[in-house]
């Protein structure tokens, strides 16, 4: 089955600045990826997706980045502002059914 | 407000008793997504419910299951409840079986 990691685990950046977080896949049939935002207490909210026909996409502050190559994908933030502070899940999967996620990572967003 | 809602929020059980977690799906969507979310662990699939039928399933045991109905609500059973079912139950829904899947805020079970 598939298998996502996550790096890194945890993330501290001063407001401003740009937090990036990295994730890998094994399944090369993996073809969507998603990016999730879960706050304290709340669901996971998706951000940001990718397909596999598309090595980037942005959305105002938020970017993603896919190497199907290399089997890794990427989110980008910049401008990093404290409300960004939360836990983020990377996952992967074939359509967008069955996500696999990763174990994600805590952002904290320093005033 | 992804329009997906669960319930209960919060409940507590005992190991042996039998549970059933419901989830709304966001107006317009006919599929829906069951996870498991153990506390600092990314959620895990459970289960697919596509119009009314089982559309893949997780690696998990037979005592959990599940029911869309024609509304395309669903419902989470668990029987025999063990210590280790006690995480955050996740409920998703989208459009179709292949398409952007928005999640409820959870229904969190605590076994004892």
């Known amino acids: 089955g598939e298998n996502v990691e996550q790096h890194p685990s945890t993330l501290s950046v001063q407001e401003g600045d740009s937090a990036v977080i990295k994730c890998t896949y094994s399944d090369s049939a993996s073809n969507y990826f998603p990016w999730y935002k879960q706050e304290l207490g709340k669901g996971p909210q998706l951000i940001i997706d990718i397909r596999s026909n598309v090595g980037e996409k942005k959305d105002q502050r938020i970017a993603v980045t896919l190497n199907k190559t290399a089997k890794h994908f990427s989110l980008h933030i910049t401008e990093t502002q404290p409300e960004d502070s939360a836990v983020y899940f990377c996952a992967a999967s074939k359509g967008a059914n069955n996500l696999f996620f990763g174990t994600g990572t805590r952002l904290t967003v320093i005033p | 407000e992804t329009g997906v809602t669960q319930s209960p929020t919060h409940l507590i059980k005992t190991r042996g008793q039998q549970v059933t977690l419901r989830c709304s799906s966001q107006?317009?969507?006919?599929?829906v997504s069951w996870y498991q979310q153990a506390l600092g662990q990314g959620p895990q699939f459970i289960f697919q419910y596509y119009r009314e039928e089982e559309n893949g399933r997780g690696n998990f045991p037979p005592r959990f299951s599940g029911l869309q109905f024609p509304n395309y609500s669903s419902e989470l059973n668990v029987n025999a409840l063990e210590l280790d079912d006690s995480a955050l139950y996740l409920c998703?829904?989208?459009?179709?079986?292949?398409?952007?899947?928005?999640f409820g805020q959870g229904t969190r079970l605590t076994v004892v």
């Open positions: 998703a829904s989208s459009l179709g079986r292949n398409t952007e899947a928005f």
């Open positions: 107006s317009g969507h006919n599929t």
